[in-house]
């Protein structure tokens, strides 16, 4: 037995196990001047659904992404998981990306590869990578699947036809026509032993088309080193698809969105037409709310139970609870709704609009930063930013709340119980006491006390007979204004 092999896990201990992520590569074949691992595939980038299913089955501190185009781009994106990075500034293929990694790497029993554009992989999957290597006592262990149309990928050849035994990755371009005929491709992602990967990585060569050290190589370097390299097959072959083309990652997202909606289908959730609707991965919905068809629902959204999302509405960010109306063409980014709201059709809810329980927010409605409260109702054609509005109160057609003066932002207050009339403009900062009315075309300028009304427009005048009087004076002409 070969010296590197006892020292593996000598105390039966668990194995301590790191999870190398390779997210140094440009993508070429999607000609995009962003790094490809940000590329988004339901709603998110493609490392950071990665990282996702890595950090279910080993602790952030234990995950590395290997970056190097872009890097500071792609830190910044997903910083926040606590994972660290190595950066490979010459991307000279993914054997040489973990060569660089070996620091971070070598005090750990297993090292998990992991690609960052393969982003369906699930932790079930990892970890069934992880304990077949473990139970098999591999030196490699090589996460496979089949496929139907296998071009493109690494090949994966046995050592003999049902041989658990892999004797080598050959890569598409180096395959001969009969190793092509494969149908077990490589996915890229792989469990190491360390010990035995660090021993053996400087034997890697870049004496290849590409010029690249290719970590496919050690499944060859490690057999002739009489190390044991294994294969486990995915069941799921989609979970090891990569993304090099726009096509594929058109295919991906749309792959991940029709299981978003499988699962939210699956948990009570109707939604109608699902083909028509793109629900982000993260997105959480309540039983019994409807979907109908040609919706938008993004990012970290929160829809409640009895909740209908009508069509060709767009809700971004948003916490929306249960019973909650979304009347067709909505546009929310960043709302909070209460239970039993009505919005829409057309209200448009920008950053910071808190809609209160059962209040309603109707036609060509804008609002932004407000808060409205319980059963008030802002039903046409008005905007309301930087307001804090009581309960009960009626926002009548028109109203607009003027909360710029052209360099700063100003604050409407407006409490309990007001009334305020059609095409009211609220000049901020201004308050309108309790239960107040505003009468109606009136331009607020100044404070309102409680229970009164105020009435801020010019008196009406009417002329009587200076129709006609006019008529007389301009006998030429027929308009007499
Ligand atoms: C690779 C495999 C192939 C497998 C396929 C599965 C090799 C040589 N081939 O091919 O057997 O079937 O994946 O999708 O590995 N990267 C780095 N640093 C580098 C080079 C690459 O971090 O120096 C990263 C890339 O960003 C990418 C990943 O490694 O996320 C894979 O590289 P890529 O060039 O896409 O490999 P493939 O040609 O797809
Ligand atoms: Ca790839």
Sequence with gaps: MPKEKSSRNPSHRAPRVAIAIMAAGKGTRLKSKHPKVLHEVGGKPLLAHVISAATKVVPAKDVFAVIGHEADRVRQAVAQTGINFVLQKEQRGTGHALMIAREALAPYDQVIVLYGDAPLISPQTIEKLRDSHASKHSAMTILTAQLEDPTGYGRIIRKSKNSPAVRAIVEEKSATPAQRKTREINSGSYAFDAKVLFAHIDELSNDNAHGEFYLTDMAAILGKAKQRVTAVVASDPHEVLGSNTRAELVDLDHHLRMAKCRQLMADGVTIFYPETCVIDCDVEIGADTVVEPFVQILGKTRIGSDCRVRSYSVISNSTIGDGVLIRPGCVLDGANVMKD????????????????????????????????????????????????????????????????????????????????????????????????????ASCITDDVAPDSLAIGRAHQIVKEGWVKAKRGAGRNRSNPI
């Design 341 to 440: 709201a009505v919005l829409g059709p057309y209200s448009h809810l920008r950053p910071g609009s808190e809609i209160g329980e059962g209040a309603h927010v109707g036609n060509f409605v804008e609002t932004k930063k407000i808060r409205l409260g319980k059963g008030s109702k802002a039903n046409h054609l008005t905007y309301l930013g930087d307001a804090e509005i009581g309960e009960g109160v009626n926002i009548g057609a028109g109203t607009i709340t003027c909360n710029y003066d052209g360099e700063r932002k100003h604050t409407t207050v407006i409490e309990d119980g007001v009334f305020i009339g059609s095409d009211s403009t609220l000049v901020a900062p201004v308050k309108v006491g309790k239960g107040a009315y505003v009468g109606a």
